[in-house]
């Protein structure tokens, strides 16, 4: 059961540079969520989306963006990384017939040099 | 806003013993839900137990159960017969709607064998 897959896992990024962090669910939810956790505090959340084309803003989302083309998959971008998103991100879903459930993926942890 | 505080950054007990956690919230809320993740170094965050606030009767898994107060917006976590898997960062968490669940710092629990 593959449940929420995020890719990367690890990335060492330069200060400036751009990359997509890639969240896949094969559960068929509709919404999905992107967090960072930074050291010694919880999950904060960055964006989310309730349904596929759709996207809405979280608690931190200034420096992201996010896309939601395909409702399986929800993308977060970072145009121009600095060293303040250095953090551990996660993805999760959950389904509309039972929201208050996320389902987590195992996270990626990005270092902005 | 709503938030949600835990005053144990770090808690030990020993194995086969009972362990408490401790957790409240602030909101103005009357239908909510309240969880308990687990976080163990793998970086997974596993769903432990969730309460919904409209319940009065306490939710229990296995080992795991909570002591949900709502007036004084308390939710407990009580772990019994504790195990060496059972050693953790344990996040309490406050969820209204399907739009973002609100975390406290964490606990980090720590089983001595």
């Known amino acids: 059961n593959a449940g929420v897959t995020q890719t990367p896992k690890f990335r060492v990024l330069k200060t400036g540079q751009s990359m997509t962090l890639l969240c896949a669910q094969d559960?068929?939810?509709?919404?999905m969520y992107w967090y960072r956790q930074d050291p010694g505090m919880g999950l904060r959340l960055i964006h989310y989306s309730v349904g596929e084309g759709t996207t809405a803003k979280g608690e931190v989302p200034d420096g992201y963006n996010v896309s939601r083309l395909k409702k399986q998959n929800f993308l977060l971008g970072l145009e121009s990384a600095a060293p303040s998103q250095t953090s551990v991100y996660f993805c999760?879903?959950?389904?509309?017939?039972?929201?208050?459930?996320?389902?987590f993926g195992a996270g990626t942890r990005l270092s902005v040099l | 806003a709503q938030t949600v505080t835990q005053s144990q950054p770090e808690m030990s007990v020993q194995e086969a013993e009972t362990v408490t956690l401790s957790c409240t919230y602030d909101?103005?809320?009357?239908?909510?839900?309240l969880f308990w993740y687990k976080q163990p170094p793998s970086r997974q965050m596993i769903l432990v137990i969730r309460q919904e606030a409209y319940k009065q009767q306490n939710a229990t898994e296995n080992r795991f159960s909570v002591n949900f107060q709502k007036a004084a917006k308390s939710f407990s976590l009580k772990i019994s017969d504790s195990q060496l898997g059972d050693a953790a960062m344990y996040f309490c968490a406050y969820l209204k709607g399907a739009q973002k669940l609100v975390f406290g710092q964490g606990t980090r629990l720590t089983i001595n064998p």
């Open positions: 999760a879903s959950s389904s509309n017939l039972a929201k208050n459930i996320q389902y």
């Open positions: 559960m068929n939810h509709e919404y």
């Open positions: 909101t103005s809320e009357s239908d909510y839900y």
